[in-house]
């Protein structure tokens, strides 16, 4: 559950989010909106899940397993990558911190128990050790156009605003900062002791207006966001078909890993048939994840992963095969009209 769910007041509403009890907003969810697309947020990813991965053999352990290149990885430098099934689908998604004496793997609420499970199955004689620190440690976010103005103020002795993507900064009290490696709209994300989390919210509330899970879901949909889970279905998703290549996921550069061969071969042959597309459907009320989008003869063209109601039209993403996305293309979902939008951060044609 959120650690700031026994201090904050009762007023304040709360949603299960992958199972895990988050705040739905602060008062205000439009407001907060507002605050991340123009200013900045404080958001609570108290409810995450962390692994961490030590033991000398830890680089060669995890490359092997990861699509993105752990050599990278440096105290200061965090890395995002996902793990696939040997036939190159999606399982899970994670942040890499170095703590130097051993990796932490920043991930979805859900995961944690699988994730494990399935790291201790391909360990077999590597040395490394694997460690649930869920409640050891915990994620705050900081997301807007001014975040890093925010946290100058902050903490006026580091220097964030022209920082490269992944860079990392290690606080007073075992606080680590590190700014998302997926994408400049991600913004910034602090991982604290347990032990200290409430008292660094309360000490950034004090400048920085907090926002619930409404705003950041309805924020990370308008800027097309993927999340795993959503967009990227375990045992289903190709990697590349939701954007794990331009936020940063994947090294064509690295060894062997479990499902490479089909990601290398789907991206040098162009042989992706689905992208991830922003969607706006005429509706006033949400489009459940899983939603299928059709074509006027009912041929299914994909399928909405994530869904959000702003101002009063539901904002969505969708997964859709590329050759029926054309411009006069006529699509529904649930009967009502769906306008597809390429997302901006988009290298593919």
Not at 125 to 134: A, E, F, G, W
Not at 248 to 263: P, R
Not at 306 to 316: A, H
Request: proline share 7%.
């Amino acid at each position: 559950m959120s650690l700031l769910e026994p201090h904050l007041t009762t007023t304040i509403p709360w949603i299960l989010d992958r199972g895990k009890n988050t705040p739905l907003h602060f008062g205000d969810p439009v407001a907060e909106l507002a605050l991340l697309q123009e200013h900045t947020a404080l958001l609570d990813f108290s409810h995450r899940g962390s692994i961490a991965l030590s033991g000398h053999e830890r680089v060669d352990f995890l490359g092997g397993l990861v699509t993105n290149q752990v050599k990278n990885l440096t105290p200061t430098q965090s890395i995002y990558t996902t793990m696939l099934s040997p036939q190159g689908r999606f399982l899970w998604d994670f942040t890499l911190i170095d703590h130097e004496i051993a990796f932490f793997l920043d991930t979805e609420p859900e995961c944690v128990p699988d994730l494990k499970k399935s790291l201790e199955f391909y360990r077999m004689r590597s040395k490394v050790q694997i460690q649930d620190q869920s409640d050891r440690f915990a994620t705050l976010g900081l997301v807007g156009p001014t975040a890093a103005a925010s946290i100058a103020h902050v903490f006026p002795n580091i220097a964030v605003s022209t920082a490269p993507l992944g860079t990392t900064w290690t606080l007073e009290g075992d606080i680590r900062l590190w700014r998302d490696p997926r994408h400049p709209d991600f913004g910034y994300r602090l991982q604290v002791p347990t032990s200290g989390f409430v008292d660094l919210w309360q000490r950034l509330r004090t400048t920085i207006p907090p926002a619930g899970h409404w705003a950041w879901e309805a924020y990370r949909i308008l800027h097309a966001l993927p999340r795993g889970g959503a967009e990227w279905t375990p045992g289903e998703t190709l990697p590349l078909e939701a954007g794990a290549l331009e936020m940063n996921a994947v090294s064509f550069q690295k060894g062997c890993y479990v499902g490479q061969e089909t990601t290398a071969r789907t991206h040098h042959r162009g042989t992706l048939k689905k992208r991830l597309f922003h969607v706006t459907m005429e509706s006033r009320e949400r489009i459940p994840p899983g939603t299928q989008i059709l074509l006027p003869s009912g041929k299914e063209v994909g399928m909405v992963t994530s869904s959000s109601l702003v101002d009063e039209k539901v904002q969505g993403l969708a997964v859709l095969r590329v050759g029926d996305i054309t411009s006069d293309a006529s699509l529904t979902a649930l009967g009502v009209a769906v306008s597809v939008q390429r997302p901006q951060w988009a290298t593919w044609e």
